[in-house]
């Protein structure tokens, strides 16, 4: 269950982080409509340019319904204990501690229920393995499943 404090301050904080997200994607929307891609970067990926939101909050949130598709990249406890101590330089105490506290968070604790909501679009299992993990992003990218709205 959430801290009352913790409560507290995303009713303050959330509605600022929601405003700013708004205006940076409006922002790149408008950049690209008046813009072309590269000819390199149109020829490397052949697919339409994208912004990724990495934000872990966005279901809890509900601004889900900001984004044309919700993917959640999930690892093994073990695999995303490694990650946050090597990346993010954590004790290996506040890891699991961040790990616990996440898995009872809306959309990361029940990404199945999610799934079914239609919150969640694309769940991707991560092992490590790079090209696993690419091949499995390019499925999903193609899968018009995977999306809420029709694409280009």
């Not at 601004?63 to 990650?83: F, G, Q």
């Not at 909501?117 to 490590?128: E, P, Y």
Request: charged content about 25%; proline content about 5%; glycine content about 4%.
């Amino acid at each position: 269950m959430h801290n009352p404090r913790n409560q507290a301050l995303e009713r303050i904080v959330w509605p600022h982080v929601k405003n700013k997200l708004i205006e940076q994607l409006i922002e790149l929307e408008e950049k690209l409509s008046n813009t072309q891609m590269s000819a390199t970067s149109s020829a490397l990926f052949n697919f339409p340019a994208v912004a990724v939101v990495e934000a872990a909050m966005i279901i809890e949130s509900g601004w889900d319904d900001l984004l044309d598709a919700v993917w959640v990249v999930r690892s093994p406890s073990p695999t995303a204990h490694e990650r946050l101590i090597q990346h993010r330089n954590l004790h290996p105490d506040e890891a699991m501690v961040r790990i616990q506290a996440q898995s009872n968070r809306r959309g990361i604790g029940n990404v199945e229920e999610e799934v079914a909501k239609g919150s969640v679009t694309a769940v991707i299992d991560n092992d490590g393995c790079l090209n696993t993990l690419t091949r499995k992003l390019l499925e999903a990218w193609n899968d018009p499943n995977c999306w809420k709205v029709e694409r280009d």
